[in-house]
């Protein structure tokens, strides 16, 4: 039977609208972990209360119901609430057939197109897969974090980095193409404020457009070798990193075009959901209504002295994180993420020495019939944790489930315009199709959640 549009629809609704589907629901790793959330949506916008403060009106009284004499009932307080204000962000992928290969599928039967159909269509899956997958972690403008407590007044200023490094030079480079560097901010951990000494005024730095600033490899960036671009930052509490923001107002108009057109459409990632200034229009760095209770308890480094050079993970930092949300929020992380290269760093604090003390271990495990090196589960307290390519090698994140929620606009699949998934391409001898997605990724209590940043890097 000759192909007609008609029957490689059938072909495609058969063979890969569902599969394809399902395939990536169960591909991504990270967003996967968060929980389909139903909300009314005004047009793109999703409204979220959120609970951030209790009522005052509690007290104490004698058995006259006096306070010192005087009957007094409390005086009446209310429960706070703030709303977050959640703009859904749209995902596309497009795949592409050659006229020519659509016309092989008419000689060859269904055979050939299905052929044709799987290089394109599972491609594009798996790159549609990556790029939200990544994006849960990093996406918006806040790309990642520094842990170096240092005065860094001479050349090269340059900063250990633990967060999306690539993405980094992805916007470094196109803002460099227009002729301009790259500003960027640092927002301390402890109260959201953006730091405001660069230069000893200024609140923001430059990465240069010149040369190669950012080092992949070692997972860092330079400043731009100039005195605006000094800072000291000895003053942090100890522990406290600094988040890394792309600035909404760069040094010339055309970059900040190129920039909001790169950063804006994305949602917002996990690193933006603890650390940026703004939640969903919530100020973080206010405290007259509870602002301040969006905040994470505990986004820390490793190294908590000196000047906060990468170390190794150790089992009491991880307590201390696990501690410090607990007292601010009531509820304890019930998972950890990490890169499958910090899996090993992990895996060291448990091997035993002889002659040696060792920290307390659980070890699990049964007699086993064959000698089997390696570990298959990791976990902290009985927390698991989690490994994930899309987590940033040099940090863990410390995640209570139930407040992270995807809010879908409109669930994922391939568009269906008026019944047909695929259409003519305009201007060239192609069939084209696209799969989309309308969403957005939100925190609705970043004070159960934390990270621990700096850890030494493994390659």
Request: with cysteine; aromatic share 8%.
């Amino acid at each position: 039977m000759v192909a007609t549009q008609t029957t490689l629809q059938n072909i495609l609704k058969e063979f890969y609208i569902g599969p394809v589907q399902d395939q990536l629901n169960n591909e991504m790793m990270v967003l996967e972990l968060m929980e389909k959330t139903t909300v009314d949506w005004n047009g793109r916008v999703a409204i979220i209360p959120v609970h951030t403060a209790r009522n005052t009106g509690v007290q104490y009284l004698d058995e006259a119901g006096t306070v010192g004499g005087v009957t007094a009932l409390p005086v009446a307080g209310s429960q706070g609430y703030l709303r977050l204000q959640v703009n859904a962000r749209f995902q596309y992928g497009t795949f592409q057939i050659t006229g020519p290969a659509t016309a092989a599928a008419a000689k060859g039967g269904v055979g050939s197109f299905v052929g044709w159909m799987d290089a394109e269509m599972k491609r594009l899956v798996t790159d549609f897969r990556n790029a939200s997958d990544r994006r849960c972690v990093s996406g918006g403008r806040v790309l990642g974090f520094v842990n170096e407590h240092e005065n860094k007044n001479a050349n090269p200023r340059t900063y250990e980095f633990t967060g999306d490094i690539e993405k980094l030079e992805t916007v470094r480079a196109a803002v460099a193409a227009t002729g301009n560097d790259l500003r960027i901010e640092f927002i301390r951990m402890d109260t959201y404020a953006t730091i405001a000494t660069w230069g000893g005024a200024n609140a923001f730095g430059d990465i240069a457009a010149a040369g190669t600033p950012i080092d992949v490899a070692t997972r860092s960036f330079t400043m731009r070798n100039a005195a605006p671009n000094d800072l000291d930052l000895t003053g942090l509490p100890a522990g406290v990193p600094c988040a890394v923001r792309i600035a909404d107002a760069q040094s010339a108009a055309p970059a900040t075009v190129v920039a909001d057109n790169l950063l804006n459409p994305e949602p917002e990632g996990i690193y933006g959901n603890l650390a940026n200034p703004t939640h969903f229009g919530i100020d973080r760095t206010l405290t007259a209504t509870g602002e301040n209770t969006l905040r994470s308890s505990a986004v820390l480094s490793q190294a908590s002295a000196g000047n906060h050079d990468r170390a190794n993970v150790s089992l009491p930092r991880i307590q201390n994180i696990f501690d410090q949300i607990s007292l601010a929020s009531g509820e304890e992380p019930d998972m950890i993420l990490m890169s499958p290269l910090q899996r090993q760093l992990y895996g060291s604090l448990f091997q035993l020495t002889a002659g040696t003390s060792n920290t307390v271990q659980n070890v699990s495990g049964e007699r086993a019939s064959k000698l089997d090196g390696g570990f298959s589960g990791l976990s902290y307290g009985g927390v698991p944790i989690k490994t994930a390519r899309q987590v940033d090698n040099g940090g863990m994140v410390f995640m209570k489930s139930n407040t992270w929620k995807l809010l879908e606009l409109q669930g994922h699949g391939f568009a269906d315009l008026d019944g047909t998934e695929i259409l003519r391409a305009n201007g060239i001898d192609a069939w084209e199709g696209f799969y989309k997605w309308y969403y957005n990724t939100v925190c609705t209590h970043p004070n159960q959640n934390g990270m621990l940043v700096g850890l030494t890097l493994t390659v």
